[in-house]
């Protein structure tokens, strides 16, 4: 069992940047693969990007391919996605989440979910 914190969301002027950070709880943390999605208002889930389970591989959305990046310590439990030169478009709520099986960009893959952090680029 892996139970997922997310902070660091906000509000950030178009161009600036956030850090957002999942915690995790369990010993087996590092074997999981993570993910980030994310969800604006009245549209679906979207993938966001992923991290292999000791960090040495990522991947990323086309949407914030350049911007945004992935990272984890695996000592302290954590995950973070570094966003970069923010847009309105990414104006969303955000979640991390763990899979069991190989990172993907499906969000049917992934077992474990937080409850989400809000971040808010104004136009």
């Known amino acids: 069992q892996v139970q997922l914190v997310e902070s660091g969301g906000g509000l950030v002027q178009a161009g600036g940047s956030l850090r957002l950070t999942c915690a995790a709880s369990?010993?087996?943390?590092?074997?999981?693969?993570m993910g980030w999605f994310r969800q604006a208002p009245g549209k679906e889930r979207e993938f966001v990007g992923s991290?292999?389970?000791?960090?040495?591989?990522?991947l990323y959305a086309d949407s914030v391919k350049g911007r945004f990046t992935i990272s984890r310590d695996n000592a302290k439990n954590v995950v973070y996605l570094q966003m970069n030169s923010l847009k309105p478009e990414d104006t969303a709520v955000y979640y991390c989440?763990?899979?069991?099986?190989?990172?993907?960009?499906?969000?049917?893959?992934?077992?474990?979910w937080g409850q989400g952090t809000q971040v808010t680029v104004p136009s």
């Open positions: 989440a763990a899979t069991a099986g190989a990172f993907s960009r499906e969000s049917r893959w992934y077992i474990y």
């Open positions: 369990g010993r087996t943390f590092s074997s999981y693969p």
């Open positions: 991290i292999s389970s000791r960090g040495s591989n990522t």
